[in-house]
């Protein structure tokens, strides 16, 4: 199936791959620092957020050896990166 990698998923359900993994059959790896929490209102209970969210600090200098680590191939079909401020950096470090 076709794979994605999303970074910045603190609710899995609102994520940007929800319905492409929920009703396409796509795999993926979601990561958040803290799963389910939000300033605006968190949600560490909402399904799946234990069982998707990896909880990782996922910086430019720690995102490729973080995607090995949780098996992401190399030639993924979608990335979304959010997480405030340093997006710009993390994709360059990937390419």
């Known amino acids: ?9 603190r609710k899995p359900g609102m994520s940007n791959s929800a319905l492409l993994r929920e009703l396409c059959g796509w795999d993926g790896v979601l990561f958040d620092f803290q799963p389910g929490l939000s300033p605006h209102g968190g949600c560490p209970g909402c399904p799946g957020v234990k069982e998707l969210v990896r909880a990782e600090f996922v910086t430019a200098e720690n995102v490729v050896a973080l995607l090995w680590k949780h098996g ?3 030639d993924l079909d979608l990335l979304t990166v959010d997480i405030d ?11």
């Open 72 to 74: 992401v191939p190399e």
């Open 1 to 9: 199936p076709p794979f994605f990698v999303e970074i910045g998923a």
């Open 85 to 95: 401020y340093n997006d710009y950096w993390e994709v360059i470090s990937m390419l």
